[in-house]
């Protein structure tokens, strides 16, 4: 074969490459970014999902009311060169829970270039003036006093027992280069001429999950209810009553679990000698929660202050 | 079967040292480039206070007089220890679909290069346990990944004698502790828990530029900072006696237990350093 008709052999296949993927980098496509929370949020706990169970290991069922995100600073980036291509400022509140609705919009970039883009966004603390979408004007301004990004509201039963807990947290990530859950590559594929959508998942067992590590992890909350006190409501701040090295019932003796066995909550060695609270474990496990088209994941770190 | 792998290992090893040491010497410097260098571990404090006698986060006053680590293997990692996403491998390692943790997992990058054995620390001694010579990369190293085994559990660097003083223990720490008019002497006898990652200490920071040995008498040292181990010890919490002694045990039900098995097994539990010549 000669080089000439190698040459019209790959122009022809990437013409059809490129048709095929909708990749086209000539033209140009919207891209619509939702906010979900999936069916842990709408359902609460337990509930199924792909065929699994998800429930507390020690029998607590949960229901939230409010789940509000903060999210700003959405960039599609070019990812040869890191070039911001559209930018969402923000930023906007959002209460997953109040929405009414499985999905609510974030942003839509229109008339973006048709080519695999990288996504990028933060979660900063409520501002004044932040954009507020089905969010009790109340529970706003408390998270812009508090510097709060999330807040979930809710409650929970065992027996007879039943703890609401109301927990801000100043999560104050930058989540970079999120790797698309739908098909475990990076970013996303602007197609031409098309409009396509995208969600960040709002992962809600990672404010009750055991570990900090891969592997063995289990949703619990008895932690939680034993700080709740008096007014059987768990505050952010009485999560720091729970020393990690040394988890406490609400009689003030060793938390343990169903079989007598002590509960452990495994930090993975990633907390520092100074935050082994459960405060700490939550906002860390919190941060990590936000996730791109299902479970695909993102570079979390913290905003610099 | 352990020992005829540890000698092949080990033949192999010197093999290797031997080529890498002739070809690295004459190797100009480029990226990719295979070295050797000297690796060792030590005790030290965060606070810079001496290893035998160091304040604690929760105020007391923790004095050693014996204090010994199973080391290894250690592994040297080009990348940074900030959490990055799981690779798509590890997320499909994970057990059950919608069943993962936090799922930050540490982008590591290249392996600069590895100690594969385990070695024993007095970390009460004045100068660095040799861990090896690595034949590795050059590049600088920006975050290690150690574990923490009982001797035996991985491949010996030593003879068997060498990890008497830890007693088939992964760390052995020996003293007082005193707050206030309290003063409890103790006995730490440690096997960390061999569930899940439990024994493996990842993303601690580093940013040491790695030496070829030709160039520099130098080595990279691991330093394990007791005061961060004891940090959050409540020495009150122990409350059995070695039998016939007057030392307290850390036993599993206590805080103290808890405690230390944190500490030593957490990121902040460590420090990498360059020791010149």
Same mark, same amino acid.
């Given at each position: 074969?000669?080089?000439?008709?190698?040459?019209?052999?790959?122009?022809?296949?990437?013409?059809?490459?490129?048709?095929?993927?909708?990749?086209?980098?000539?033209?140009?496509?919207?891209?619509?970014?939702?906010?979900?929370?999936?069916?842990?949020?709408?359902?609460?706990?337990?509930?199924?999902?792909?065929?699994?169970?998800?429930?507390?290991?020690?029998?607590?069922?949960?229901?939230?009311?409010?789940?509000?995100?903060?999210?700003?600073?959405?960039?599609?980036?070019?990812?040869?060169?890191?070039?911001?291509?559209?930018?969402?400022?923000?930023?906007?509140?959002?209460?997953?829970?109040?929405?009414?609705?499985?999905?609510?919009?974030?942003?839509?970039?229109?008339?973006?270039?048709?080519?695999?883009?990288?996504?990028?966004?933060?979660?900063?603390?409520?501002?004044?003036?932040?954009?507020?979408?089905?969010?009790?004007?109340?529970?706003?301004?408390?998270?812009?006093?508090?510097?709060?990004?999330?807040?979930?509201?809710?409650?929970?039963?065992?027996?007879?027992?039943?703890?609401?807990?109301?927990?801000?947290?100043?999560?104050?990530?930058?989540?970079?280069?999120?790797?698309?859950?739908?098909?475990?590559?990076?970013?996303?594929?602007?197609?031409?001429?098309?409009?396509?959508?995208?969600?960040?998942?709002?992962?809600?067992?990672?404010?009750?999950?055991?570990?900090?590590?891969?592997?063995?992890?289990?949703?619990?909350?008895?932690?939680?209810?034993?700080?709740?006190?008096?007014?059987?409501?768990?505050?952010?701040?009485?999560?720091?009553?729970?020393?990690?090295?040394?988890?406490?019932?609400?009689?003030?003796?060793?938390?343990?679990?169903?079989?007598?066995?002590?509960?452990?909550?495994?930090?993975?060695?990633?907390?520092?000698?100074?935050?082994?609270?459960?405060?700490?474990?939550?906002?860390?496990?919190?941060?990590?929660?936000?996730?791109?088209?299902?479970?695909?994941?993102?570079?979390?770190?913290?905003?610099?202050? | 079967?352990?020992?005829?792998?540890?000698?092949?290992?080990?033949?192999?090893?010197?093999?290797?040292? $031997? %080529?890498?040491?002739?070809? &690295? +010497?004459?190797?100009?410097? !480029? =990226?990719?480039?295979?070295? #050797?260098?000297? /690796? $060792? %571990?030590?005790?030290?404090? &965060? +606070?810079?206070?001496?290893? !035998? =006698?160091?304040?604690?986060? #929760?105020?007391? /006053?923790?004095?050693?007089?014996?204090?010994?680590?199973?080391?290894?293997?250690?592994?040297?990692?080009?990348?940074?220890?900030?959490?990055?996403?799981?690779?798509?491998?590890?997320?499909?390692?994970?057990?059950?679909?919608?069943?993962?943790?936090?799922?930050?997992?540490?982008?590591?990058?290249?392996?600069?290069?590895?100690?594969?054995?385990?070695?024993?620390?007095?970390?009460?001694?004045?100068?660095?346990?040799?861990?090896?010579?690595?034949?590795?990369?050059?590049?600088?190293?920006?975050?290690?990944?150690?574990?923490?085994?009982?001797?035996?559990?991985?491949?010996?660097?030593?003879?068997?004698?060498?990890?008497?003083?830890?007693?088939?223990?992964?760390?052995?720490?020996?003293?007082?502790?005193?707050?206030?008019?309290?003063?409890?002497?103790?006995?730490?006898?440690?096997?960390?828990?061999?569930?899940?990652?439990?024994?493996?200490?990842?993303?601690?920071?580093?940013?040491?530029?790695?030496?070829?040995?030709?160039?520099?008498?130098?080595?990279?040292?691991?330093?394990?900072?007791?005061?961060?181990?004891?940090?959050?010890?409540?020495?009150?919490?122990?409350?059995?006696?070695?039998?016939?002694?007057?030392?307290?045990?850390?036993?599993?039900?206590?805080?103290?237990?808890?405690?230390?098995?944190?500490?030593?097994?957490?990121?902040?539990?460590?420090?990498?350093?360059?020791?010149?010549?």
């Amino acid at each position: 074969m000669t080089t000439r008709a190698s040459s019209m052999l790959i122009a022809v296949a990437l013409a059809f490459s490129a048709g095929c993927t909708g990749e086209d980098t000539a033209s140009s496509g919207d891209f619509t970014l939702n906010l979900t929370g999936g069916k842990g949020l709408m359902q609460g706990y337990p509930h199924d999902e792909g065929g699994v169970t998800q429930a507390f290991a020690d029998g607590w069922t949960l229901t939230f009311q409010k789940y509000v995100v903060v999210v700003s600073n959405v960039v599609l980036r070019d990812p040869s060169t890191q070039d911001a291509v559209q930018t969402f400022a923000g930023p906007v509140a959002i209460d997953l829970r109040s929405a009414g609705t499985e999905n609510v919009e974030i942003v839509t970039f229109n008339e973006v270039a048709a080519k695999r883009l990288d996504l990028d966004f933060d979660s900063p603390a409520a501002t004044a003036g932040i954009t507020n979408k089905h969010v009790e004007q109340a529970d706003l301004d408390e998270m812009v006093q508090k510097g709060w990004s999330t807040l979930v509201v809710g409650e929970a039963k065992k027996g007879t027992d039943t703890i609401k807990f109301r927990i801000g947290l100043p999560i104050l990530s930058r989540y970079t280069q999120c790797i698309n859950g739908n098909d475990q590559t990076r970013g996303v594929a602007i197609e031409a001429n098309k409009s396509v959508a995208g969600f960040i998942w709002a992962h809600t067992p990672h404010m009750f999950w055991d570990t900090l590590s891969l592997g063995d992890e289990d949703l619990r909350f008895d932690a939680f209810a034993a700080v709740a006190g008096a007014d059987s409501m768990v505050e952010s701040d009485e999560l720091k009553q729970q020393n990690l090295t040394d988890l406490k019932d609400a009689q003030g003796q060793p938390l343990k679990d169903g079989s007598g066995k002590v509960v452990v909550y495994n930090d993975g060695g990633l907390l520092a000698p100074s935050k082994q609270t459960l405060y700490d474990f939550v906002v860390f496990g919190v941060r990590e929660s936000l996730h791109f088209n299902g479970i695909g994941l993102c570079s979390a770190r913290p905003l610099s202050k | 079967m352990k020992e005829t792998r540890r000698g092949q290992m080990v033949v192999m090893r010197g093999a290797l040292l $031997g %080529a890498l040491l002739g070809l &690295s +010497s004459c190797i100009g410097s !480029t =990226a990719g480039e295979s070295i #050797l260098f000297q /690796t $060792g %571990a030590r005790g030290a404090t &965060s +606070s810079g206070e001496p290893v !035998t =006698a160091f304040k604690t986060r #929760l105020g007391w /006053t923790v004095r050693l007089s014996r204090a010994h680590l199973a080391l290894g293997p250690v592994t040297f990692f080009e990348g940074r220890s900030y959490f990055e996403q799981a690779s798509w491998l590890s997320r499909m390692m994970v057990k059950t679909a919608y069943a993962h943790a936090v799922h930050s997992q540490i982008d590591t990058g290249t392996v600069l290069g590895e100690v594969p054995e385990q070695f024993p620390i007095d970390l009460l001694a004045k100068t660095p346990a040799d861990l090896g010579v690595v034949f590795g990369v050059k590049g600088t190293c920006r975050s290690v990944e150690l574990e923490l085994h009982p001797p035996g559990d991985g491949y010996l660097g030593l003879d068997n004698g060498a990890y008497s003083a830890l007693d088939h223990h992964a760390i052995v720490l020996e003293g007082v502790a005193e707050k206030d008019a309290r003063q409890i002497e103790f006995l730490a006898q440690l096997i960390i828990p061999q569930e899940g990652r439990q024994r493996i200490v990842s993303a601690i920071d580093a940013d040491v530029a790695l030496r070829n040995l030709s160039d520099s008498k130098g080595q990279i040292v691991v330093d394990a900072l007791l005061d961060q181990w004891v940090a959050n010890v409540d020495f009150d919490s122990l409350s059995a006696k070695l039998p016939g002694s007057e030392r307290y045990l850390f036993t599993e039900e206590t805080q103290a237990f808890r405690a230390l098995v944190a500490g030593a097994r957490s990121r902040f539990g460590y420090r990498v350093t360059w020791l010149g010549e």
